[in-house]
């Protein structure tokens, strides 16, 4: 997996700078190992397709590891103010910080157009308690109850992360279809955050 990954990188000076596919592969395997001791196997053992779930969160980890020691060993690059502005304004640029906090990754997919497989790894910096507390009371005034729920306990914003069967139950929702219409409810809500959201208080939190 690191080394498919891990080739799935452009190699060329502009892209990576001093380091070659050897590097890459180093970086990656350093990635997976951390992603292993942080690897919640209860949260994923609750999927669907455990084993996809688990690849899909190790495969993520591991590329954010490449792409942070790509992003480490490459020249500076300065985005023009112009630039910056049209990113903040934009409704992309809105999603684009959105889908990098919470967007899953769960159809493991190594193909370099999946834009599952691509989604940004969250950035260190952010506030998380701070930005959950601001995603919360959003979520609070153009979310119904089980939308508010679903995507607070899907990515534990205030509590432990919950997988689809676990939250079904809390809702009381039924037995035996209840967890399957978690998937389709919790995407509907996410897209209605995404509406509301401001990217401009999304970035005061970095």
Known sequence: ???SIARSFNTSDTSSGILDIMDLIQYGSMGLIAAVEKLDIDVSMEKDNPERSIKSFLAKRIKGAIRRSVDNNRGTMKITEYRQNEIRKSRHG???????????????DSSSGNPFYNIPEIDKTYNIDMLN???LNIMKEILNYDEYHIVRLFYGLDCQRQGAKAISRYLGMDKITGH????????????????????ENLLLFE
Do not use: G, T
Not at 94 to 108: G, P, Q, R
Not at 181 to 190: D, G
């Open 1 to 3: 997996m690191v080394e």
């Open 180 to 199: 399957s219409k978690i998937s389709s409810m919790k995407r509907y809500a996410i897209d209605k955050i995404i509406q509301k959201i401001n990217v």
């Open 94 to 108: 809105v999603e684009l910080i959105f889908n990098s906090v919470f967007k899953s990754i769960d159809e493991y």
């Open 133 to 135: 507390s601001y995603l």
